[in-house]
C-alpha cells in the first residue's frame, strides 16, 4: 500500500523560480491537503479539494496554486519562488472532512 | 476562531519516566474531533488517535493513553514507561465538523520530547 506519495523529496530552487510539488493517493479518498512546516511550527494549510475540480484556500494561500483534475492527484505550484517559501511541505489526503488525515513523507524546499 | 495550543515546547525525559503532554484546544462548534500526530526525527506524521467530541471516555493503547476532558477543554496525552523510541515531535490538531467547505485540521506548535537512555 503506497497511500499518500510525494515528489521530489528534496529541492533547492533560486529566486523567481517555478516548480510543482507532486502528491498522489491511492486509497480513493475524496480530500486532499497542502500543508506547510516551518522549523519549530506547525503545520499550516495551504490549499485543501473535497474532490475532483474543486480547490478552496487555507490559511497561507498566497504565491501558491493548485488543481485537482483527478481524484488520485493534487499537484501544488509555486510560481515565483521567494527564501519565505523555504519550507518542507506537507501533503495529505483524508475519506472525507473531520476524518484521520494520511500525510505523505513530505518536500524539503529551500529557495535561495 | 479554531486554537489549539500545546504549551511544552520541549520536554526531555529519562527512559521508563511517564511524561505528559498537554494539549489544550478552543473551538466555537460543537461537533469537532481531535487528533494526535507523531513525527519523528525521520520527519514523517504518523496519525496516533482522532476522538470525536461526543466522546469523553478515556482511550489506551498500549503505552499511550488520553485523557479528553470537554469542561477543560483539554485532549492530554500520556505515555507510559517512556522508550528512546518515542523521541519525537508530537501534534495536536483540531477539526471541527464538516459543514460545506470549511474543512481544515488546526495543528498546535508542538511538543518535541527527547526520551534519554
Known amino acids: 500500500n503506497a497511500g499518500v506519495t510525494q515528489t521530489p523529496k528534496f529541492r533547492i530552487l533560486k529566486i523567481g523560480q517555478s516548480m510543482t510539488l507532486q502528491c498522489t493517493q491511492d486509497?480513493?479518498?475524496?480530500?486532499m491537503y497542502w500543508y506547510r512546516q516551518d522549523p519549530g511550527m506547525g503545520l499550516k494549510l495551504i490549499y485543501y479539494s473535497v474532490g475532483a475540480g474543486i480547490t478552496d484556500k487555507g490559511e497561507v494561500p498566497n504565491g501558491y496554486n493548485v488543481s485537482r483534475s483527478t481524484t488520485e492527484d493534487f499537484p501544488l505550484r509555486l510560481e515565483l519562488a521567494a527564501p519565505s517559501q523555504t519550507s518542507v511541505y506537507f501533503c495529505a489526503s483524508s475519506y472525507q472532512g473531520g476524518e484521520t488525515q494520511y500525510f505523505g513523507p513530505g518536500t524539503r524546499l529551500l529557495v535561495l | 476562531a479554531q486554537k489549539v495550543t500545546q504549551a511544552q515546547t520541549e520536554i526531555s525525559v529519562v527512559e521508563k519516566e511517564d511524561v505528559t503532554l498537554d494539549c489544550v484546544y478552543e473551538?466555537?462548534?460543537?461537533?469537532?474531533?481531535l487528533f494526535w500526530y507523531k513525527q519523528p526525527p525521520s520527519g514523517e506524521l504518523v496519525f496516533l488517535i482522532r476522538?470525536?467530541?461526543?466522546?469523553?471516555q478515556n482511550e489506551i493503547s498500549g503505552r499511550y493513553s488520553w485523557n479528553f476532558q470537554k469542561s477543560t477543554s483539554s485532549f492530554n496525552f500520556t505515555i507510559t514507561a517512556s522508550q528512546v523510541v518515542d523521541s519525537a515531535v508530537y501534534f495536536c490538531a483540531l477539526s471541527e465538523a464538516p459543514q460545506g467547505g470549511s474543512e481544515k485540521l488546526v495543528f498546535g506548535k508542538g511538543t518535541k520530547l527527547t526520551v534519554n537512555p
Open positions: 473551538t466555537r462548534d460543537t461537533t469537532y474531533y
Open positions: 476522538r470525536n467530541s461526543f466522546d469523553e
Open positions: 486509497m480513493n479518498h475524496n480530500y
